[in-house]
């Protein structure tokens, strides 16, 4: 998949997808199905316009592209999202960029997006223009519920990534910069490869996970933990603790994406290191077996 600033678009008869598509869930996907060319921004609009309502985000850029470019897109076309765009009206966008730049032939969009200054262009708006074909995706049902990035957010909060995922359609994914932490998993016989959570995405609550760690291409089976390790005194916050359950090696500074599979147990203190290095290790082989039974390609 061809990845695209806008102002670097290529002249072309496109069938677009247009929309923010945080978490690329389900109703994401069919508004992308059928169309050659998804059409986001960069950063979150909301982030330019009403940053104190920004939510914490599902994905990262990185983890929002690998994803659309399983679909069968052709090409991802970014917006660089400012307050000068923000300005343009509705007519705007539709004239200037889904006509003019993009040469759009068929436009899909969710039932609820809303675009251009102050949010007055919609699909009865797009549904106007006779330039293209408006196609109108309504809100999807899993299990009798709607499908939203709110809900799956709430989902990923509550630790509940098993029940995220058929809203995803995939597992919940992570991903971070691999740092140096204080060596206690080492010290007990279980290395552990550490990220910070990003504070501006949304992340599992307080546990332990079986996973998918992704790094270098490879899958490796996992134990995750996130918290902030009540069984030690530490200065340290919020960190991810990844154990890559068959891998040896050294991971500062790589980018390791995970994929949650299940939440094995809440954070919890142990009376005795013994008891937690015991518990660990009950954790890593349930982590193994649900690993094993579950393929994970890190999109």
Known sequence: ?????????????????VGTFDGVHVGHRAVIEGSDTVLTFEPHPLAVVHPEALPKLLDTQSIKQDVIATLGVEELVVIPFDREFAAHSAADFVDQVLVARLGATQVSVGENFRFGAKAQGDSDFLSTREEFATRVVPLVDVDGETVSSSRIRALVYAGEVGRAAPLLGRPFLAEGTVVKGDQRGRELGMPTANMVPDDRLAHPGHGVYAAHAIVGGQSHPAAV??????????ARGLLCETHLIDFEGDLYGQTLRIAFLERLRGERRFDSVPALVEQMHADVRKAAQIAAAATVSGR
């Open 1 to 17: 998949m061809k990845v695209t600033r806008l102002e670097e678009v290529e002249q072309r008869p496109r069938r677009v997808a």
């Open 225 to 234: 933990s996130i918290g902030v390790r009540p069984t030690f005194e530490s």
